[in-house]
């Protein structure tokens, strides 16, 4: 029998999406005002969810104290207040876009939670627009 458990967060980071390596015009075609030189910033809401089986022990898929602190540890402590092109060294290179922000996310706690486990990432960056990623 297996048993989803979710916990929410948040985290506030600026973010501008372009490539350096087309033309100030193509960006401005491709990202509209999301290629502001000048940043703008996001509420952004993430759902982190652990399925597995329930441990007969402790009647838990997981303990959420645990899931909560590595949301903290590996996700909040590095983004919230962040400008992420700049100050956050997973986006070098990387376009900071809601799929590429889930994608680096999941990556960073699927090697903290047991591999039995299925993780999965949602990640609103406006209360309309949310990317998944299961891996
Ligand atoms: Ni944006």
């Not at 992420?84 to 070098?92: M, R, S």
């Amino acid at each position: 029998m297996k048993v989803k458990v979710s916990r929410k967060a948040h985290f506030n980071a600026a973010h501008r999406l372009y490539r350096p390596d087309w033309s100030f015009e193509k960006n401005e075609a491709v990202f509209g005002k999301c290629n502001n030189p000048r940043y703008h910033g996001h509420n952004y809401d993430l759902i982190v969810s652990v399925e597995g089986e329930i441990d007969p022990e402790t009647g838990y898929v997981m303990d959420m104290k645990v899931l909560k602190d590595l949301i903290k540890a590996h996700v909040e402590d590095a983004f919230d207040h962040k400008n992420l092109n700049e100050d956050v060294a997973d986006f070098k290179g990387l376009n900071p876009t809601a799929e590429n922000i889930a994608v680096v996310i999941w990556n960073k706690l699927r090697s903290q939670i047991d591999e039995s486990k299925k993780l999965e990432v949602v990640l609103y960056e406006t209360p309309r627009n949310f990317v998944t990623y299961t891996g």
